[in-house]
Structure formats: C-alpha cells, structure tokens
C-alpha cells in the first residue's frame, strides 16, 4: 500500500496541552506530507518534509522522519480548541511519474477548551 | 489567484441519473486528483490525471465512473446511472508538475442519491 496509517485514530486532549501523531508507510518515499481536514472541508496542506530530512518545524508545528523506521510523527505544541480536525500523513513514493498521493483515516484530534 | 474550485457545491440526484463534477485547478496547475470521502472516513483516492491524459485511474470503479481533464477547461468527473452508494464528498486537488509540490483542495461537491 502507498498510504500512510496514522495512529491514533482519535485523540482527544485539553487546550494547552501537546499533541502526538504517528504515521507509519511501507515504501521509499521522496517526501511525506501532513494535511488538516476541518469538518465537511477540503485538506489543508500543513508541511512537506524530504527523505533527507530528519525534523522540520512550523509555527506550532514539529515533524519527524525517520525513513529507516519508514515513519513519521505530527507534534502540535500549546493546542488550541481551533486545532480541532482530523489529520493526515501521505508518503508520496519515490521514483517514476506518478505523483498521486494517497491518504489513510487520519487522526481525529479534539481539543477540549 | 484563485484556489480550486469545484462545483457545484452540492448535487441532487435521483437513482440512474448522471452526475457530472467539475472542477477548475489552480492557475499553472496541470495536474488534477480526484478523491472520494464517506462520512468518518479518510479520503479514497479515485483518478490521476494530467492535462489529457489519465496517469492513474486505478481507484476508480470498473463501470459507471469516468474521469478528463482536456486541454481546454475544467476536468470533469462522470458518474453514470447514480446509485445510493455512490452518495458521498467528492473532492478535486491539483499540483505543479513536480513531485516536492503539495497539493491544492477544492471544498468538494456533497453528492446526494435519492
């Protein structure tokens, strides 16, 4: 499967607090990516981070790789009741001229005011 | 510059009626995704394409669903003799050509089969 599984399916937290999402693939990747889906909304792009990276940072933002484990983490730092929202990871695979990506059930974070 | 844009928002349809989704990319965008979403789900991935020319259809169902993007215009997602299953959130994305390039999504089209 090109997808990522992203783990936990929901998590549920208080504001202020930080948040933790994992997401494992199973092929090479040329780069993994992290989108939010607000309620009935299209995905929002939130960061890319390359194979040849090992931790990225936006705003409140931390993403990590680690390509030998084929796995990724989404940390949100000082949550805020409007990070409420499911999220994604999608590997986009290496090699080829395919550049679909492909998207698993996401992480469902609540973040209780 | 405009972001993706899908209409309609929201369609009504009877049982064997056609559905056509359209959806216009983002301004030097040459390639468009299409997914499907069912409630508490994530989003299943349907077709690939670029401009005329399918690179990817391999979620797409064997009958009933087509997919274009032609040289002119918006791509068009087709669904033919509608059934109730195919009631869901349809939702169009498209990208530069390159592969380090993130995806662009449109607010989708909530298809309802009566």
């Known amino acids: 499967s090109q997808q990522g599984e992203e783990d936990p399916q929901a998590l549920s937290i208080q504001e202020g607090e930080n948040a933790t999402m994992n997401c494992s693939y199973k092929t090479s990747i040329n780069n993994l990516q992290w989108y939010r889906q607000n309620s009935g909304r299209g995905l929002v792009h939130l960061i890319l981070?390359?194979?040849?990276?090992r931790e990225k940072h936006s705003g409140r933002l931390r993403v990590t790789l680690d390509t030998s484990k084929k796995s990724s983490s989404l940390l949100i730092t000082a949550s805020r009741a409007a990070d409420t929202a499911s999220y994604f990871c999608a590997p986009r695979i290496l090699g080829g001229s395919n550049y679909k990506l492909t998207f698993g059930k996401g992480t469902l974070l609540t973040v209780n005011p | 510059n405009a972001g993706v844009m899908q209409n309609p928002r929201h369609l009504v349809r009877r049982r064997g009626q056609e559905a056509r989704l359209r959806c216009s990319p983002m301004k030097g965008h040459s390639h468009v995704y299409w997914y499907r979403q069912l409630p508490e789900e994530g989003l299943k991935f349907m077709v690939y394409?670029?401009?005329?020319?399918?690179?990817?259809e391999s979620g797409m169902p064997k009958e009933r669903f087509s997919a274009e993007f032609p040289k002119e215009g918006p791509s068009i997602l087709r669904i033919q003799q509608v059934v109730r299953g195919d009631s869901a959130a349809y939702f169009c994305a498209s990208s530069p050509p390159s592969p380090n390039e993130k995806l662009f999504f449109g607010s989708g089209t909530q298809l309802s089969v009566l």
């Open positions: 394409l670029q401009k005329e020319n399918i690179i990817d």
């Open positions: 981070i390359r194979s040849n990276e």
